[in-house]
């Protein structure tokens, strides 16, 4: 890319730049590590306006690393719960208390030591030092991929292969090689999202429009080349179990699509649940302590490829839950359920049986 296309899409950028909660009124202005890395780790998989409100009850809760290293995952997950993709904000957790434990409390200045922090890829750790260090680091997330693909016609993915992610590097690579690499960057990713958008690109209103061969070719809708999901249909069925005492069972561990984190028992069955206690359900509650089984519902969920429908038992014990807990469970109290499991997928579970 020229200089004159570097000069007309900052022009633009000036002009269209949104206003964002995470971003300072002074394009020019460095930024707080911090918030570039919150903001960028939830925008990950996340559309901007979903995460405006998020980012902004997060930062009141949680203004700094130190704030963040002292919270609990329950609380993080509760100020996440709706965002998906949980092993973000367990890395979050995870890397805020490395962060904190640090003399300075300061994020590393550079990208194998942010690389080397839990979930923070090449994309992250280059977004903190463009865009809070000013440093000539390179950005690649799905708008410029599209961008790229389009500008130079490249008919495969970066994922095809590694030199076909070398590929979109270079072109992020070249970008970065400037003094004005933050605003570059994150001017292309302004652009994917609002211009060189993934259906019906506003071609008439991009600044890249004299060097887009896609454009030139009127080939847009070619680029990028299509990536080919594979779909996995799942059927399982979600426990809801609560005791006498009005607690409900949460268990942590051995679950397919939660490994490391507290969530209600489920496993995969066949369709159409069937009346009493699945054998599979004796692994987390004792049948002779179970009072009712009741069919409560369904639901249908999604997890990465996963295409799930999930039957619903809601399971009433005669007995209190245990005082001494296991390490890999839980009891609730009912109240407090919809803010202890995070999930949505848990939170469907809880609507079917609890309603």
């Known amino acids: 890319m020229n200089s004159k296309s570097l000069r007309l899409l900052r022009e633009w950028f000036k002009k269209?730049?949104?206003?964002?909660?995470?971003?300072?009124?002074?394009?020019?202005?460095?930024?707080?590590?911090?918030?570039?890395?919150i903001s960028e780790t939830m925008l990950q998989q996340t559309q901007v306006s979903t995460v405006r409100d998020y980012f902004i009850k997060w930062m009141k809760r949680f203004p700094d690393v130190a704030t963040l290293a002292k919270a609990s995952e329950e609380e993080v997950f509760k100020y996440?719960?709706?965002?998906?993709?949980?092993?973000?904000?367990?890395?979050?957790?995870?890397?805020?208390?490395?962060?904190?434990?640090?003399?300075?409390?300061?994020?590393?200045?550079?990208?194998?030591?942010l690389e080397a922090l839990p979930g923070i890829g090449a994309y992250t750790a280059g977004a903190i030092l463009s865009l809070a260090y000013h440093q000539r680091e390179a950005i690649l997330d799905g708008n410029l991929v599209r961008i790229f693909s389009r500008l130079y016609a490249l008919e495969f993915l970066p994922t095809d292969s590694k030199e076909a992610a070398e590929t979109y590097w270079n072109y992020a690579?070249?970008?970065?090689?400037?003094?004005?690499?933050?605003?570059?960057?994150?001017?292309?990713?302004e652009l994917g999202r609002t211009v060189c958008k993934v259906r019906?690109?506003?071609?008439?209103?991009?600044?890249?429009?004299?060097?887009?061969?896609?454009?030139?070719?009127?080939?847009?809708?070619?680029?990028?080349?299509?990536?080919?999901?594979?779909?996995?249909?799942?059927?399982?069925?979600?426990?809801?179990?609560?005791?006498?005492d009005h607690k409900i069972l949460a268990v942590h561990g051995?679950?397919?699509?939660?490994?490391?984190?507290?969530?209600?028992?489920?496993?995969?069955?066949?369709r159409n649940a069937t009346a009493g206690l699945p054998?599979?359900?004796?692994?987390?509650?004792d049948a002779d302590a179970v009072q009712s089984v009741e069919i409560a519902g369904k639901f249908r969920h999604g997890i990465t490829v996963h295409k799930m429908e999930c039957d619903v038992l809601y399971v009433k014990l005669r007995t209190k839950a245990p005082k001494r807990e296991r390490a890999d469970s839980r009891w609730v109290?009912?109240?407090?359920?919809?803010?202890?499991?995070?999930?949505s997928f848990c939170l469907k579970a809880l609507e079917q049986a609890l309603s």
Not at 173 to 189: F, G, P, T
Not at 203 to 229: D, I, Q, V, Y
């Open 16 to 37: 269209n730049a949104a206003s964002l909660p995470w971003r300072p009124s002074n394009l020019d202005a460095p930024r707080d590590p911090y918030a570039v890395w």
């Open 333 to 343: 109290e009912r109240s407090r359920a919809t803010e202890f499991f995070a999930s």
């Open 254 to 270: 051995g679950q397919k699509f939660f490994k490391n984190q507290f969530t209600l028992p489920h496993f995969e069955s066949p």
């Open 80 to 113: 996440w719960q709706g965002l998906g993709y949980y092993s973000r904000a367990r890395n979050i957790l995870k890397t805020a208390k490395i962060v904190a434990g640090n003399i300075s409390q300061k994020f590393p200045e550079n990208r194998k030591d």
């Open 200 to 244: 019906n690109p506003e071609c008439g209103s991009c600044p890249l429009l004299a060097s887009c061969r896609a454009a030139r070719e009127n080939r847009t809708a070619e680029f990028p080349p299509a990536k080919k999901h594979v779909q996995k249909d799942w059927h399982g069925t979600v426990l809801v179990i609560e005791s006498m």
């Open 279 to 285: 054998a599979q359900a004796e692994k987390y509650v």
């Open 173 to 189: 690579r070249e970008i970065a090689d400037s003094s004005k690499a933050y605003m570059h960057n994150e001017a292309l990713m």
